[in-house]
């Protein structure tokens, strides 16, 4: 019995010995790994001269992978075959770069990794690693720094190329369109200063470009573009000027699309540009009672035409212009359904004291008839109005007092609108309604050391303007009834004194009109009034 009960104390106790053990040796996890990889060699060297071969291998100390290169990676000059560069989608103690691109005779090649390089586990990023190298005997290395911002919106973009273009006789403005640049850069995400690294000496233009398409190369409709007025020299022992470039989108040239049946009597007429003066015109042979109207579709670039009466022919001819360009478009017509009128609201919901009410149609509107239109408050009071009718839009706006706290009906009795096609409305009912002034803030921006005239805007954080004021002379802005939220005040610098901003054009060499931002954001609150003093910078 005795030699049971040692039996069993033994076991237990080795029992014991076991789990204390096995609880000083359970992971605990570890303080986190926040070191970022490390180079042990490369082959060839960084900063190598002579460079023959195709292949660029580059060891770590750790497992890597590559984060978001088709992003990060520059390689200055570009290459028009892209390097393969190794792991994609996976990790490797190596990074392998096979070059199939044929290299330039005595140029130095950058490959700017960014932030892509990052270990395997916690992703810690190898920052800005750079590797060099030269097909000639020396290294170039000279420099050229800047920074870039937007010309309109508070926040420049993130990823913004800096190219330089070799000043020579090949040289031509629109080179930007076809060939990819001598040296590039990039803003990366966390700043927008540049450095082009590794330049010859020489005569470049600089330029920036947001380069959505990554092609290297400026598309006005995607790209927006920066550029430096006047050829920069860069030379040997000599200071390093910084340069300011200023960002802008163009506006689009404009340019006709093929224009197509959508349905009964209606062909659509896409653009691209500035289309309020495009003219249309039918120049195949019609009937005298023939007639036509057009509107701006209220989500695409097109313009909605109408014709009347149906005809029974396989096309028509019609003849586009918009100043100095005229373009000429044959359309199928089929037998296809008419649409239906459609009237909807604008706004919807609440409205603002200083807003209007409007009707929109899917059709041209043709008559209104106010004797069947009738606009009655919550206290079945009738609320005088006066309309408009904005023909390029084809909407209705309905201008009429409004008061804190109230509700407003607009009823439309049959008959009350018609179309283009002689169609005509059932009833209709829309509401709307005000709410409290100690809902919104108001603002007073005084304004100081300005230049007239000026406009005067509060945006939203996208950069959509909220509110807006023209001033030819020094006075106070008053904008009322601002709804609570962040908004960035900007004051634009009306060059041409023409009322609206102008952006910049790169062919004819203009910067887009100045524009200086609020330093902080104003944060409108309900029930407050608030003075904002405004010190522009000379």
Same mark, same amino acid.
């Given at each position: 019995?005795?030699?049971?009960?040692?039996?069993?104390?033994?076991?237990?106790?080795?029992?014991?010995?076991?789990?204390?053990?096995?609880?000083?040796?359970?992971?605990?996890?570890?303080?986190?790994?926040?070191?970022?990889?490390?180079?042990?060699?490369?082959?060839?060297?960084?900063?190598?001269?002579?460079?023959?071969?195709?292949?660029?291998?580059?060891?770590?100390?750790?497992?890597?992978?590559?984060?978001?290169?088709?992003?990060?990676?520059?390689?200055?000059?570009?290459?028009?075959?892209?390097?393969?560069?190794?792991?994609?989608?996976?990790?490797?103690?190596?990074?392998?770069?096979?070059?199939?691109?044929?290299?330039?005779?005595?140029?130095?090649?950058?490959?700017?990794?960014?932030?892509?390089?990052?270990?395997?586990?916690?992703?810690?990023?190898?920052?800005?690693?750079?590797?060099?190298?030269?097909?000639?005997?020396?290294?170039?290395?000279?420099?050229?720094?800047?920074?870039?911002?937007?010309?309109?919106?508070?926040?420049?973009?993130?990823?913004?190329?800096?190219?330089?273009?070799? /000043?020579?006789?090949?040289?031509?403005?629109?080179?930007?369109?076809?060939?990819?640049?001598?040296?590039?850069?990039?803003?990366?995400?966390?700043?927008?200063?540049?450095?082009?690294?590794?330049?010859?000496?020489?005569?470049?233009?600089?330029?920036?470009?947001?380069?959505?398409?990554?092609?290297?190369?400026?598309?006005?409709?995607?790209?927006?573009?920066?550029?430096?007025?006047?050829?920069?020299?860069?030379?040997?022992?000599?200071?390093?000027? /910084?340069?300011?470039?200023?960002?802008?989108?163009?506006?689009?040239?404009?340019?006709?699309?093929?224009?197509?049946?959508?349905?009964?009597?209606?062909?659509?007429?896409?653009?691209?540009?500035?289309?309020?003066?495009?003219?249309?015109?039918?120049?195949?042979?019609?009937?005298?009672?023939?007639?036509?109207?057009?509107?701006?579709?209220?989500?695409?670039?097109?313009?909605?035409?109408?014709?009347?009466?149906?005809?029974?022919?396989?096309?028509?001819?019609?003849?586009?212009?918009?100043?100095?360009?005229?373009?000429?478009?044959?359309?199928?017509?089929?037998?296809?359904?008419?649409?239906?009128?459609?009237?909807?609201?604008?706004?919807?919901?609440?409205?603002?004291?200083?807003?209007?009410?409007?009707?929109?149609?899917?059709?041209?509107?043709?008559?209104?008839?106010?004797?069947?239109?009738?606009?009655?408050?919550?206290?079945?009071?009738?609320?005088?109005?006066?309309?408009?009718?904005?023909?390029?839009?084809?909407?209705?706006?309905?201008?009429?007092?409004?008061?804190?706290?109230?509700?407003?009906?607009?009823?439309?009795?049959?008959?009350?609108?018609?179309?283009?096609?002689?169609?005509?409305?059932?009833?209709?009912?829309?509401?709307?309604?005000?709410?409290?002034?100690?809902?919104?803030?108001?603002?007073?921006?005084?304004?100081?050391?300005?230049?007239?005239?000026?406009?005067?805007?509060?945006?939203?954080?996208?950069?959509?303007?909220?509110?807006?004021?023209?001033?030819?002379?020094?006075?106070?802005?008053?904008?009322?009834?601002?709804?609570?939220?962040?908004?960035?005040?900007?004051?634009?610098?009306?060059?041409?004194?023409?009322?609206?901003?102008?952006?910049?054009?790169?062919?004819?060499?203009?910067?887009?009109?100045?524009?200086?931002? /609020?330093?902080?954001?104003?944060?409108?609150?309900?029930?407050?009034?608030?003075?904002?003093?405004?010190?522009?910078?000379?």
């Amino acid at each position: 019995m005795q030699n049971k009960i040692i039996n069993l104390l033994f076991i237990v106790t080795i029992a014991l010995v076991l789990v204390n053990c096995a609880n000083r040796g359970s992971p605990t996890g570890g303080p986190k790994d926040i070191t970022p990889p490390q180079i042990i060699k490369s082959t060839p060297e960084n900063y190598s001269t002579n460079f023959k071969g195709d292949e660029i291998i580059i060891y770590f100390d750790e497992y890597v992978k590559l984060k978001e290169l088709s992003k990060q990676l520059i390689i200055s000059p570009p290459m028009d075959r892209l390097p393969e560069i190794t792991p994609l989608g996976g990790s490797n103690k190596y990074i392998r770069i096979k070059i199939y691109d044929t290299l330039q005779p005595n140029t130095t090649y950058a490959f700017n990794f960014g932030n892509s390089i990052v270990d395997n586990n916690e992703e810690n990023p190898f920052k800005y690693y750079r590797y060099v190298f030269s097909t000639g005997s020396y290294i170039d290395s000279l420099t050229v720094k800047g920074s870039v911002k937007d010309a309109l919106e508070y926040a420049t973009d993130q990823f913004i190329s800096v190219v330089l273009y070799e /000043a020579d006789s090949s040289y031509t403005d629109s080179i930007i369109y076809k060939e990819t640049p001598k040296y590039i850069t990039n803003t990366l995400d966390s700043t927008t200063n540049f450095t082009i690294e590794n330049i010859k000496a020489g005569k470049y233009y600089l330029r920036a470009l947001k380069d959505v398409n990554s092609d290297n190369k400026f598309q006005q409709r995607s790209d927006k573009i920066g550029f430096y007025e006047t050829p920069i020299e860069v030379k040997q022992d000599s200071t390093v000027d /910084a340069y300011d470039l200023t960002l802008f989108k163009e506006a689009i040239d404009y340019k006709a699309s093929k224009p197509y049946l959508v349905a009964g009597e209606k062909i659509a007429f896409g653009f691209q540009g500035d289309y309020e003066t495009m003219k249309i015109k039918v120049i195949s042979n019609v009937p005298d009672n023939y007639k036509s109207r057009y509107f701006k579709d209220e989500k695409t670039d097109t313009l909605n035409y109408f014709y009347s009466p149906k005809l029974e022919v396989d096309s028509l001819l019609f003849k586009v212009t918009n100043k100095a360009v005229i373009d000429t478009f044959k359309v199928r017509i089929k037998d296809n359904l008419k649409d239906s009128l459609v009237i909807k609201q604008y706004p919807t919901g609440s409205i603002r004291f200083d807003e209007q009410f409007s009707i929109r149609g899917n059709i041209p509107f043709t008559k209104l008839d106010e004797s069947k239109i009738s606009i009655i408050d919550r206290d079945s009071t009738t609320i005088k109005y006066t309309t408009s009718y904005d023909s390029l839009n084809n909407k209705y706006n309905f201008d009429f007092d409004k008061v804190e706290d109230n509700r407003y009906k607009i009823q439309m009795l049959p008959e009350a609108v018609t179309d283009f096609f002689e169609n005509k409305n059932d009833t209709l009912n829309f509401s709307i309604s005000t709410q409290s002034k100690n809902n919104f803030g108001n603002a007073r921006i005084e304004l100081s050391n300005a230049v007239y005239p000026v406009i005067v805007q509060l945006t939203d954080d996208k950069g959509e303007v909220k509110f807006s004021s023209y001033l030819t002379e020094r006075k106070p802005v008053d904008f009322s009834d601002i709804q609570p939220s962040k908004y960035y005040l900007r004051v634009i610098y009306d060059t041409n004194k023409n009322g609206i901003y102008d952006s910049g054009n790169y062919l004819k060499g203009r910067q887009p009109e100045r524009v200086s931002y /609020a330093k902080e954001p104003y944060e409108a609150k309900a029930g407050f009034d608030e003075i904002i003093p405004f010190k522009l910078l000379d």
